[in-house]
């Protein structure tokens, strides 16, 4: 049975970078990911890409070496860089290559998304309500699950703080200046419960990273990360997901929980085992829901977990370790990836100034519109 690691891992700083388009980002993560293996662009084989608004993933391929390798854009969202993980997985376990490319990047105005109902299969009526604006959709599901399972607006406050924490600590983090609770809870409130500093920013990046087969690997003799477990689940009937026109009164299991139960499968490990996480974090109140719906406690624990500091830097489950979404923005395309390549860092001990100690198995988890996950578990 063929094993697949990470051997390779570039990121460009998120932010806003007015003098960069995002295909530069893009081409910025791979050369650093290709310098990071010691390979040559020549050697790679396949690639996979994903980017939202800054045009195709394919367009590195004229700045980088016109080769004739295979090359799949990728478009899925939020999930669309783990989803090119999970394909350049399938390419290499499938035998047909042994190394090969994923990237993400993207670069997106100042502002809120823009979905449109009419792309999603919704009536326009819904985005006449302002649901399409997931601000307020979020902040209405985070509602309904405080007031379910007893979890206060200061629990959402701590999560943003420990973010803006750990962002300083991050090279590549947008938000690397700390914000007291008290600064947070005391921002312009947004969508109720959800003030300013508990939501991230549409922001900037690129990141990049090379899979290789374990032969290959010790072929090149190179070292890496082996990928444990990786899958995408969508929703099924009576979830409740961003876009949902509605809740339905027998609740089904979220796409989260049935991507989190597949890749524990195939890992062959339980939520007990990862040592680190790096979990969805657009807003606060889905750091606290994705907690439970990961398997890392159950619905409710969050607010003692939270007011202990186990999600700290230094807790029981450290958790968003270079700040997340929350510090570092969210470039839709190099998002999921920035997840990995923190994970690929903490397993690696190159995480400086935020490494969690004796770190052998991290857990990622991205979630995209409307109503899909994607999981990854690296083992050192």
Same mark, same amino acid.
């Given at each position: 049975?063929?094993?697949?690691? @990470?051997?390779?891992? &570039? @990121?460009?700083?998120?932010?806003?970078?007015?003098?960069?388009?995002?295909?530069?980002?893009?081409?910025?993560?791979?050369?650093?990911?290709?310098?990071?293996?010691?390979?040559?662009?020549?050697?790679?084989?396949?690639?996979?890409?994903?980017?939202?608004?800054?045009?195709?993933?394919?367009?590195?391929?004229?700045?980088?070496?016109?080769? #004739?390798?295979?090359?799949?854009?990728?478009?899925?969202?939020?999930?669309?860089?783990?989803?090119?993980?999970?394909?350049?997985?399938?390419?290499?376990?499938?035998?047909?290559?042994?190394? #090969?490319?994923?990237?993400?990047?993207?670069?997106?105005? !100042?502002?809120?998304?823009?979905?449109?109902?009419?792309?999603?299969?919704?009536?326009?009526?819904?985005?006449?309500?302002?649901?399409?604006?997931?601000?307020?959709?979020?902040?209405?599901?985070?509602?309904?699950?405080?007031?379910?399972?007893?979890?206060?607006?200061?629990?959402?406050?701590?999560?943003?703080?420990?973010?803006?924490?750990?962002?300083?600590?991050?090279?590549?983090?947008?938000?690397?200046?700390?914000?007291?609770?008290?600064?947070?809870?005391?921002?312009?409130? $947004?969508?109720?419960?959800?003030?300013?500093?508990?939501?991230?920013?549409?922001?900037? &990046?690129?990141?990049?990273?090379?899979?290789?087969?374990?032969?290959?690997?010790?072929?090149?003799?190179?070292?890496?990360?082996?990928?444990?477990?990786?899958?995408?689940?969508?929703?099924?009937?009576?979830?409740?997901?961003?876009?949902?026109?509605?809740?339905?009164?027998?609740? #089904?299991?979220?796409?989260?929980?049935?991507?989190?139960?597949?890749?524990?499968?195939?890992?062959?490990?339980?939520?007990?085992?990862?040592?680190?996480?790096?979990?969805?974090?657009?807003?606060?109140?889905?750091?606290?829901?994705?907690?439970?719906?990961?398997?890392?406690?159950?619905?409710?624990?969050?607010?003692?977990?939270?007011?202990?500091?186990?999600?700290?830097?230094? &807790?029981?489950?450290?958790?968003?370790?270079?700040?997340?979404?929350?510090?570092?923005?969210?470039? $839709?395309?190099?998002?999921?990836?920035?997840?990995?390549?923190?994970?690929?860092?903490?397993?690696?001990?190159?995480?400086?100034? !935020?490494?969690?100690?004796?770190?052998?198995?991290?857990?990622?988890?991205?979630?995209?519109?409307?109503?899909?996950?994607?999981?990854?578990?690296?083992?050192?």
């Amino acid at each position: 049975m063929t094993d697949i690691h @990470i051997v390779g891992a &570039g @990121i460009h700083t998120f932010g806003r970078h007015d003098d960069l388009t995002g295909l530069d980002q893009g081409v910025f993560a791979v050369r650093q990911a290709l310098a990071d293996a010691g390979l040559d662009w020549s050697d790679i084989q396949f690639g996979f890409g994903g980017s939202e608004a800054a045009g195709n993933a394919d367009a590195v391929m004229p700045r980088l070496g016109l080769t #004739g390798m295979q090359f799949i854009n990728v478009k899925n969202g939020c999930a669309a860089g783990g989803s090119a993980l999970l394909s350049g997985y399938w390419a290499i376990k499938s035998g047909e290559f042994d190394l #090969g490319v994923v990237v993400g990047f993207d670069k997106h105005p !100042r502002g809120a998304f823009n979905a449109m109902p009419a792309d999603w299969g919704l009536p326009e009526w819904y985005g006449e309500l302002g649901l399409m604006l997931t601000t307020q959709f979020f902040a209405n599901k985070i509602t309904r699950y405080m007031g379910l399972h007893g979890i206060s607006p200061v629990t959402l406050g701590r999560v943003a703080e420990k973010a803006f924490e750990n962002g300083v600590r991050a090279p590549h983090a947008w938000r690397r200046k700390a914000i007291s609770l008290q600064a947070i809870m005391d921002s312009r409130m $947004i969508s109720d419960p959800l003030t300013q500093y508990m939501f991230c920013s549409p922001a900037e &990046g690129g990141v990049a990273l090379i899979l290789a087969s374990d032969r290959k690997m010790r072929e090149l003799g190179l070292s890496g990360p082996k990928v444990r477990g990786a899958a995408v689940r969508t929703r099924v009937p009576g979830s409740f997901e961003v876009f949902s026109p509605s809740l339905d009164v027998e609740r #089904g299991p979220s796409p989260t929980q049935l991507a989190a139960k597949a890749a524990y499968d195939m890992a062959g490990v339980g939520p007990d085992e990862i040592d680190v996480a790096q979990i969805q974090d657009t807003e606060s109140g889905a750091e606290i829901m994705h907690m439970a719906e990961n398997g890392f406690c159950q619905d409710g624990e969050q607010e003692r977990l939270v007011a202990d500091g186990a999600t700290r830097l230094g &807790g029981r489950l450290p958790i968003n370790t270079d700040g997340g979404c929350l510090a570092c923005g969210e470039p $839709i395309g190099a998002s999921g990836l920035r997840q990995v390549h923190e994970n690929v860092q903490q397993l690696r001990g190159r995480a400086e100034g !935020r490494q969690t100690p004796d770190a052998r198995l991290a857990y990622s988890q991205v979630y995209g519109a409307p109503g899909l996950s994607a999981v990854v578990i690296l083992e050192a």
